[in-house]
């Protein structure tokens, strides 16, 4: 496991069998636990129950978003974690963020807090998303998201990876 100060790029972790055990703070409408709810699209994911906490994405990403989510995996210093994260999170936002995902600002009010976790068919990520810019309605901006973890040779984070 490589760490930084912000994140862990995690080795080894087995789908439906190991967890992550998540003690930070969630918080969409009344719930503060860990709920959860995957759909092939975040906009899918929250029409499926617009108040989970954990939103599992099944479509892997793909392009820059992809590739770069990949040298993040495979950082084997944590010097380099810092400049691989902003490059991830920017190729994010750019693939996913920076257009409208319908219905984002209703189930996640100003100021809530969930885990976002997508792949790219091959590695997987998780990140702590806060809503708090929406001055472009239903987006996705870097300063609003917070990588908790990457997780090497993962294809696909499942609802249940996360307790």
Known sequence: MTTSADMDVVVGFTTAIDDVDYNGALLNGANS??????????AA?????????VFYVTTNLAGTASTSLTALANATSA???PTLQAAFETAFVDAIGSTAITGLDGAIGDGESVLLAYDNGTDSVLMRFTNSDTSAANTITAAE??????FDATATLQAGDVI
């Open 145 to 150: 998201l917070e990588i908790v973890a990457v």
């Open 79 to 81: 010097s380099d974690i």
């Open 33 to 42: 636990t860990v709920v959860k709810a995957d759909d092939t699209t975040l």
């Open 45 to 53: 994911a929250i029409v499926e129950d617009a108040d989970a906490t």
